[in-house]
Structures are given as C-alpha cells and as structure tokens.
Nanobody
C-alpha cells in the first residue's frame, strides 16, 4: 500500500521559513515525479512545485519562485520543500503527491496523495 506522509507544517510569522518533508513508502518510486500542491479555503488546489526523478527538472508556480526550493532524496523516497520568506498568502494545506509518468506530464494527474500538512503564516 502506497503511503505519502507529510510533515513540517506549522504557524509562523511572515518572513520566516519552514521545511516540509514527504516520505513515500509502499513501492519503488523510480521514475516517479513528485510534487507539492496547496489549497486554502475557497480556492482551488494549485500545483506549487514539482521535481523529476532523475533529472534536474523542477517547476515552481510564479508566486513562490526565488522563495521556495524543492529537492528529493531518492535513497529515502523523500521530497522536501524549503519555504523561505513566507507570506500570509502562502497559508494553505500543503499536499505531497506523486505520479508515474514522464516529466513533460508533470501538470497532469497524480496517482498518490498524502493527507496534507497545514502551513499558516501570520502577518
């Protein structure tokens, strides 16, 4: 059974940093893209960042470029999201997800999802 478990969320003040982690288990994730999504009340879920399995390819939504950094440790089946200079508009539930497809489809459907970790940024 595939499981994605997120951690690292919390309540911080604007300008602070957080590091989210997502540990995947239950199968071999070789070739899987991994991503972070977020959703806040009344808004649609959005793809924040994604990373390919074995190439340097990454993606960031414009609003987090130069503030967030995605990385992965394939030996640990873990993906990270370093979030710096957080803003109140970053407040959301953050979800980890993974998909078994080529990088060119990273904006497509994702196969497995975590339960989410809440990030709240106060002004």
């Amino acid at each position: 059974q595939v499981q994605l478990v997120e951690s690292g969320g919390g309540l911080v003040q604007a300008g602070a940093s957080l590091r989210l982690s997502c540990e995947a288990s239950g199968r071999t994730f070789s070739g899987y893209n991994m991503a972070w999504f977020r959703q806040s009340p009344g808004k649609e879920r959005e793809l924040v960042s994604a990373i390919a399995w074995s190439t340097p390819d990454t993606y960031y939504i414009d609003s987090v470029k130069d503030r967030f950094t995605i990385s992965r440790d394939n030996t640990k089946n873990t993906v990270y999201l370093q979030m710096d200079r957080l803003k109140p508009e970053d407040t959301a539930m953050y979800y980890c997800a993974t998909q078994s497809t080529s990088w060119r489809n990273f904006k497509g459907l994702y196969d497995y999802w975590g339960q989410g970790t809440q990030v709240t940024v106060s002004s």
